[in-house]
């Protein structure tokens, strides 16, 4: 087992190395980026989080969305200046020049992709209920203050609370993803090297690394569906608030289900984006087990987080067999949102092949005026849901695999 300053490493030797020392360096940076915004946050007060910015974003910008966008965007930016960073509010901030070769995904550029605040309408709601002097880190992480999140919210706040997240892609391959979340003081790392939770400690972010995740981290494991026909059916999909057309309409449209059956399987309908993977984890209460996750037309901020679990997590009866699978759905007449497609053929897909290989083709997605409007429909399902793998097999959805 390697070892480190925190102790025996819980990873494997063989895990760890798989990991390139470049993208252990990059992980490393993104988690104190998304540490250094979340504890930053942490020492404002509630009034300082739900002031709005004119200056900044869109015109619904708070301080809650502004704050840790700029800290995640200013370290990544300082840490490589050859990379490109793509957050919602500023669209994509770095060097975009076309100097990639367009069969060669090894020259496709570093990016770096971010939602540094994820369920933003309902952290605003929660907050609103505290004193607007109080200081954040003193109302995240309390058992009361979890209860009151989950009854609102939804439970287990461990995959239902507000998030703040990074993942990177590296020649067109998902190397990592690293999930904060505020409520419940935990952080989610999905690399190579496994995939583990972590306690969040009160200060020092510069001691978080994957070395420490290692030490300190316990598994997350993706259970099997195990033969449950009703839990290969229940699902979790955001469906859209009020206002808000197009999401029920693309979910019924992609031909998974009736209308009447959306209604008897979903599970949740307006569930956060980048922790929504976990849905399909052991931090999934078994009684009611999720068959699968869709991202439903929306942008990629919301899903790019989940490919990397997708990506490696394993079976736990079975290490050589993915524990994952991950579908693109499209439509012949497709719905848009803001004049962007909602679901892609693959013909205007960001998933492209190259000698016979997917990639995620970043040349393309940086040719965008503001990459992070990009949409698609995904779904994510255990890798042994029959019922996930029948219906979209027959629809003709492509597996996307790396």
């Known amino acids: ?23 252990i360096s990059h992980a490393n940076a993104a988690m104190r980026a998304v540490l250094k915004a979340y ?26 969305d502004a704050g840790p966008e700029i800290t995640i965007c200013g370290e990544l ?25 367009p069969d060669n995904p090894h020259t496709f550029r570093t990016v770096f992709i971010s939602d540094p605040t994820d369920r933003s309408n309902q952290l605003k709601a929660f907050l609103a209920k505290f004193p607007k002097e109080m200081k954040i880190r003193d109302i995240f992480g309390k058992p009361k203050n979890i209860k009151e999140w989950e009854k609102d919210f939804g439970s287990p706040a461990s995959i239902t609370g507000a998030t703040s997240a990074i993942s990177c892609i590296r020649r067109g391959v998902p190397i990592f993803a690293v999930i904060v979340n505020y409520i419940t003081q935990t952080m ?3 690399c ?3 995939n583990k939770l972590i306690k969040l400690p009160d200060e020092r972010p510069d001691l978080i690394d ?31 608030d009020t206002g808000k057309v197009g999401y029920k309409e693309n979910f019924v449209d992609s031909g998974l289900m009736s209308s009447e059956a959306m209604d008897e399987f979903l599970h949740y309908g307006k569930p956060g984006g980048p922790s929504r993977a976990l849905y399909l984890s052991s931090l999934q209460p078994r009684s009611t087990p999720v068959g699968f996750i869709l991202a439903n037309g929306e942008k990629i901020g ?3 987080h989940w490919l990397s679990f997708v990506q490696f997590a394993r079976s736990i009866n079975d290490d050589s067999q993915p524990a994952l699978i991950l579908y693109e759905i499209f439509q012949d007449r497709p719905w848009t949102k803001d004049g962007v497609l909602m679901s892609t053929p693959p013909n205007y897909s960001v998933f492209r092949e190259y000698s016979g290989k997917l990639f995620i083709d970043t040349s393309w997605l940086l040719k965008m005026r503001n990459p992070s409007q990009l ?10 849901n029959r019922w996930a793998v029948r219906v979209n097999s027959q629809a003709g959805y492509r597996v996307i695999r790396f």
Request: proline share 2%.
């Open 39 to 64: 504890y930053d946050f942490g020492h404002s007060s509630v009034e300082d989080a739900l002031r709005k910015v004119a200056a900044y974003g869109k015109n619904d910008t708070f301080g809650m």
């Open 77 to 101: 930016r300082k840490y490589d200046r050859g990379s490109v960073v793509i957050t919602e509010e500023i669209g994509a901030e770095g060097n975009r020049d076309d100097t990639f070769l």
């Open 1 to 23: 087992m390697k070892s480190s300053r925190y102790g025996s490493l819980t990873f494997t030797e063989e895990s760890w190395c798989t990991m390139q020392g470049v993208e």
């Open 302 to 304: 919301e899903w790019i």
């Open 375 to 384: 949409r698609s429909t995904l779904i994510v399902a255990p890798y042994d």
């Open 192 to 194: 190579a090297a496994g």
């Open 188 to 190: 989610a790392v999905s």
């Open 210 to 240: 994957l070395d420490y995740v290692a030490a300190k981290g316990k598994h997350i494991t993706f259970p099997s569906i195990d033969g449950d026909m009703k839990g290969m059916q229940r699902f979790v999909t955001f469906l859209g």
